[in-house]
């Protein structure tokens, strides 16, 4: 099963007390990369989120972004000091009597010193609101592996097209090569009786031929070409990542298809490794999205 690494997924889970949002993209990326935007009294979910996340997809860069909104969230408590309360109502009073002063000392200014009065916040540690999260997280991620999965699909198509192009090159190149030799045996002969009179020295220019035919020789690196071929029609049957292990096969077809081009010295070779690279170059385009 071939994936692709761009996607994305959304979802959106309710309770009395909460609403959350989770939507999650993901793009092309050597490795598997996961970022989250959460509030941050829900960090501690951080790690938890991720793993559901990797049971979906194995290599990408995804971008998580969480939205929270509902009562639920905190707990807030009113915490009050009132030994400093004390303190400041003392001194209050004592200012009062030092500097003969008639100012009443109210609750209300009290509660407005520094440090009297605070609201404390403290987390809710509530296994429905856990519950709530993960079931947005999986929905949105399952989303997100169907777009890749979709995605995926479209690329194996286009994969198997252009691996069709390449063979179909390849078949013509060893249709052609073994005349490759006989047609420079000609053009040499042409071309030696052109600019000599004389009979040719036939040794001479069967040494020739044989060297043209052995810097020519293209026998390996079209076998190694359908080896390559067949383990990428191997490898896009595999229910496993597979985009790395294609990467290097395509790198390595390439490599093989600049040595005929640089080998063989043919008009209609050139032609079919032109089209082969041309294949190559849109397949490595689809490979690089492949998870």
Request: contains cysteine.
């Amino acid at each position: 099963m071939v994936y692709s690494m761009t996607g994305f997924g959304r979802s959106m889970k309710k309770n009395e007390q909460l609403s959350i949002t989770v939507e999650m993209k993901s793009v092309n990326h050597r490795f598997c990369e996961i970022s989250i935007r959460i509030p941050r009294q829900w960090i501690v979910f951080e790690d938890k989120i991720k793993k559901a996340i990797l049971q979906y997809v194995k290599r990408g860069k995804i971008e998580v972004f969480v939205n929270i909104e509902g009562d639920g969230l905190v707990k807030r408590k009113l915490h009050i000091d009132w030994d400093l309360m004390k303190e400041y109502y003392n001194s209050l009073q004592r200012a009062n009597e030092q500097f003969s002063l008639h100012d009443r000392v109210t609750l209300s200014h009290l509660f407005q010193l520094e440090g009297v009065a605070e609201i404390i916040e403290e987390e809710t540690n509530n296994e429905e609101m856990e519950q709530l999260l993960l079931a947005a997280v999986k929905e949105a991620a399952e989303q997100l592996a169907f777009m890749r999965k979709q995605e995926g699909e479209a690329l194996l198509v286009d994969i198997k097209t252009q691996l069709s192009s390449i063979e179909k090159s390849v078949q013509a190149i060893e249709e052609w090569a073994p005349c490759v030799i006989d047609h420079y045996r000609e053009r040499l002969m042409k071309r030696i009786n052109e600019l000599v009179p004389l009979p040719a020295d036939e040794s001479r220019i069967l040494t020739e031929v044989a060297i043209f035919a052995e810097k020519a020789d293209i026998n390996e690196e079209l076998k190694r070409i359908r080896s390559h071929l067949k383990q990428v029609a191997a490898t896009l049957e595999k229910d496993e990542p597979i985009g790395r292990k294609l990467d290097f096969l395509v790198q390595e077809l390439n490599r093989e298809v600049n040595t005929i081009g640089a080998k063989a010295n043919d008009s209609r070779i050139a032609a079919q490794v032109v089209e082969m690279k041309s294949a190559l170059e849109k397949m490595k385009e689809q490979v690089q999205n492949i998870e």
